[in-house]
């Protein structure tokens, strides 16, 4: 179970890189993953401070802090070749 939290903290940290703010049941689907993986996921970039959780309209919407998202577009930069 572990292993699937920590690569689903990988594929909601890309899925927050390239979309940017999203809602939490929204993210859930989007990575067709379990509603408790997702959370438990969110949790472990939650520890590690690298997302921030909005409120609006009693809706929960979470997005990369700037520095992950300056380290996924750098990570997305050096991928794509065009160093």
Do not use: P
């Amino acid at each position: 179970m572990k292993e699937k939290v920590i690569e689903t903290a990988g594929k909601a940290w890309r899925f927050l890189g390239q979309n940017g703010q999203t809602n939490v049941s929204k993210l859930a689907k989007s990575l067709k993953e379990k509603d408790e993986v997702v959370l438990q996921a969110l949790g472990w970039l939650a520890r590690e401070d690298k997302i921030d959780y909005t409120v609006k309209n009693r809706r929960t919407f979470v997005s990369l802090v700037e520095r992950e998202l300056r380290a996924f577009n750098t990570a997305i930069y050096n991928i794509n070749g065009k160093i």
